[in-house]
Nanobody, 123 residues
């Protein structure tokens, strides 16, 4: 059974950094893609970054490229999102998700989701 559990959210001032973690279990196939999304109040879920199961390939949305970085620790079965130079508009609930259906930036392309972790950036 696939399970995803996010951690690391919190409150930070603009310009600060946070590192989110996504603990994964049940991902036994190399075809899995793991991604991070966020959802601000009143807005649709927004794609941020993806990484392959092996960690060999990554993709970042233009909106976060250069500030956010996705990585995988295979020994710990976690996928992390390092977030630097945070802005108030980065505020939202951050989710990790996974799919075996290949690369996708659409939320409806993912089969499994974590419960989310809140990130609040104050100005």
């Amino acid at each position: 059974q696939v399970q995803l559990v996010e951690s690391g959210g919190g409150s930070v001032q603009a310009g600060g950094s946070l590192r989110l973690g996504c603990a994964t279990s049940g991902l036994y196939f190399s075809s899995y893609i793991i991604s991070w999304f966020r959802q601000a109040p009143g807005k649709e879920r927004e794609f941020l970054a993806s990484i392959t199961y092996s960690g060999g390939s990554t993709y970042h949305a233009d909106s976060v490229k250069g500030r956010f970085s996705i990585s995988r620790d295979n020994a710990k079965n976690t996928v992390d999102l390092q977030m630097n130079s945070l802005k108030p508009e980065d505020t939202g609930v951050y989710y990790c998700a996974t799919t075996r259906n290949g690369w996708s930036t659409r939320a409806d392309g993912y089969d499994y989701w974590g419960q989310g972790t809140q990130v609040t950036v104050s100005s």
